[in-house]
């Protein structure tokens, strides 16, 4: 994937562990979905000496914005 895209997945509500790996490190994240509700995540690069990208929780606020600023990732066929 590239900068500022976004995907969205359907799941049943329940706890779930995310994870995401690259070049540079691996990162994972316990989010719990609730019924009704859109969960936002981000997978953010840190420039930092050792280089990381890092998951973390966004609020919907600012996950709507980030989704509005972005591009959906292509689907697969």
């Known amino acids: 994937m590239?900068?500022?895209t976004w995907l969205r997945v359907d799941l049943d509500p329940g706890p779930y562990r995310m994870h995401a790996r690259s070049a540079y490190s691996e990162s994972s994240l316990a989010v719990a979905l609730s019924p009704g509700t859109l969960t936002f995540t981000q997978l953010?690069?840190?420039d930092?000496?050792?280089w990381s990208d890092v998951l973390s929780p966004v609020a919907e606020s600012e996950g709507r914005?980030?989704?509005l600023a972005g591009k959906r990732v292509a689907q697969a066929p």
Do not use: C, K
């Open 48 to 50: 930092l000496r050792p």
């Open 65 to 67: 914005a980030l989704v």
């Open 2 to 4: 590239t900068g500022n």
């Open 44 to 46: 953010q690069y840190v």
